[in-house]
């Protein structure tokens, strides 16, 4: 633990918090499933669309669980299985409660998450729910998320929910929005290894050293 360099730390989501990184002595880098659920969540709490509570149900390809060996690793164990964790409480919640907290928000948002393991080597689906206030309709949620991400390289709205293969190897997050009545869903498609790992740290490197922020950066997916 090192305290002291909390108020020099700068949370390293690029889309969000770009000014604060490229000045920054030292950068975290967001985990896999944050960058996932934050990106597809945070112009909706931005903007005051949604009630402050959202539902994430997050899937994760087996690198997400690292190389040690395990049983929840064993290909024989994990093959044509599919298994739901860390209900009891995931580390990685307070990092989307913190993230996902607009400075305007007169409490924090309430975040369910469960995370599943499948069998596949990487890739994480995020499937996002939340409630709309009254008076929200579909285009203001399309409007309010265009405006939030404009310009932005690695993230792209998607008319149909995206799939995991479509970004594997890139660094790109996409995104799909969908209004059930009063429910909002935004499915969120990213590569653990890239977006949610290493592609996010490089993206960060470049704002932190005034490199072109896609230098060394894959922005197409390798399928098929």
């Not at 090192?2 to 020099?8: D, I, K, Q």
């Not at 950068?27 to 903007?47: E, H, K, R, S, Y």
Request: a neutral charge.
């Amino acid at each position: 633990p090192a305290p002291e360099w909390l108020s020099a730390a700068v949370y390293g989501l690029p889309e969000l918090r770009r000014a604060a990184i490229q000045g920054a002595q030292l950068v975290a880098n967001p985990g896999c499933f944050p960058t996932a659920a934050i990106l597809a969540l945070a112009p909706a709490f931005a903007a005051n669309l949604i009630t402050p509570e959202a539902i994430v149900d997050a899937k994760t390809g087996i690198t997400g669980a690292g190389r040690s060996p395990s049983r929840r690793v064993h290909f024989s164990e994990m093959h044509d299985s599919l298994a739901a964790y860390g209900l009891a409480g995931h580390r990685h919640t307070p990092e989307m409660v913190q993230a996902l907290t607009h400075a305007n928000a007169a409490t924090p948002p309430a975040i369910t998450f469960v995370p599943h393991l499948v069998p596949m080597n990487r890739g994480i689906l995020a499937t996002c729910y939340a409630t709309l206030r009254a008076g929200i309709t579909e285009a203001m949620v399309h409007a309010a998320y265009q405006a939030q991400y404009e310009g932005e390289l690695f993230i792209t709205l998607c008319d149909a929910p995206p799939e995991t293969g479509w970004v594997r190897g890139s660094n790109r997050c996409l995104l799909s929005l969908h209004v059930q009545g009063q429910r909002l869903i935004v499915v969120s498609a990213i590569d653990n290894l890239m977006k949610g790992g290493a592609g996010q740290a490089i993206q960060n490197a470049n704002l932190l050293f005034g490199l072109p922020e896609t230098a060394g950066l894959a922005l197409e997916g390798l399928w098929p």
